[in-house]
């Protein structure tokens, strides 16, 4: 793989396990020294070693801690979150305002500690993990939906801020990929939708989609990889779709 990060540092959120853990796995092979953030410590220093990297151990949700934080770091990839499925009346308030702080909160303080040393440095690279569920709604995830539309929001502001600057900012929008956060969520959509878990991945997870398959947490890595190389310099404010053809419908 050509090294077209040599010398440059990049922080992953969300990097020990799923499509964090492949970002690591392709911005290393791409050169760059590897931060691998997550709050299961022993993930994210089992990674980071994988890739001669450094773990840095965070609770995103813990958003005050990050109001004084500064990166050093050229390539930022928001990639952590969670879910939580439910049916709006029936939300509990304090799941809702956890997403939106691990997904949408974590992110816009990253991305504002991250800025001034791309600045002056005058080269940087923003990459949000959205989703299909930025661009497109489904029933029960009012948490989910509402932090990625958000984070949508924040990567088109901090493209148009900084384009004169180096700096490029987009988003990357898979359908459901094949890592642990969507098994998780196999039991919940059952319940949610009144149906068998062995029901779940046809009529639920797979039913938007015109290619009927998860995509794999290499293959969202894969794309990281490009958006981050001198090839997609002019690629900024943009949300790249890898959903199989969901967002065609």
């Known amino acids: 793989m050509s090294p077209t990060l040599d010398g440059r540092r990049a922080l992953v959120t969300g990097g020990a396990s799923g499509i964090g853990a492949a970002c690591a796995r392709e911005l290393a092979a791409r050169g760059a020294h590897v931060t691998v953030a997550d709050v ?42 969670i879910q939580r499925i439910s049916a709006i009346q029936d939300f509990a308030p ?15 303080l990253l991305v504002r500690a991250a800025l001034p040393g791309m600045y002056e440095r005058g080269w940087g690279r923003v990459v949000n993990i959205s989703s299909v569920h930025g661009l497109v709604a489904s029933p ?29 900012s987009v988003c990357v929008n898979p359908g459901y990929v094949r890592t642990p956060l969507i098994e998780k969520q196999v039991a919940q959509q059952a319940k949610a939708h009144g149906i068998p878990e062995s029901e779940v991945l046809a009529k639920v997870m797979l039913e938007q989609a015109a290619v009927k398959r998860l995509v794999e947490p290499e293959e969202v890595a894969a794309l990281v990889g490009w958006l981050t190389g001198p090839e997609a310099a002019m690629v900024s404010g943009a949300s790249w779709t890898i959903d199989g053809g969901w967002s065609a419908r």
């Open 40 to 81: 299961d410590g022993d993930g994210a220093k089992t990674v980071a070693e994988e890739v001669g990297g450094e773990a840095w151990v965070v609770d995103l949700s813990d958003t005050r801690a990050l109001d004084s934080l500064r990166l050093d770091t050229d390539v930022l990839v928001n990639n952590a979150g």
């Open 94 to 108: 304090d799941d809702f305002r956890l997403v939106q702080r691990i997904m949408l909160e974590a992110p816009f």
């Open 140 to 168: 029960y995830k009012a948490a989910y939906v509402a932090a990625k539309h958000g984070l949508e929001g924040l990567s088109k502001v901090t493209a148009l801020e900084g384009g004169e600057r180096g700096v490029t």
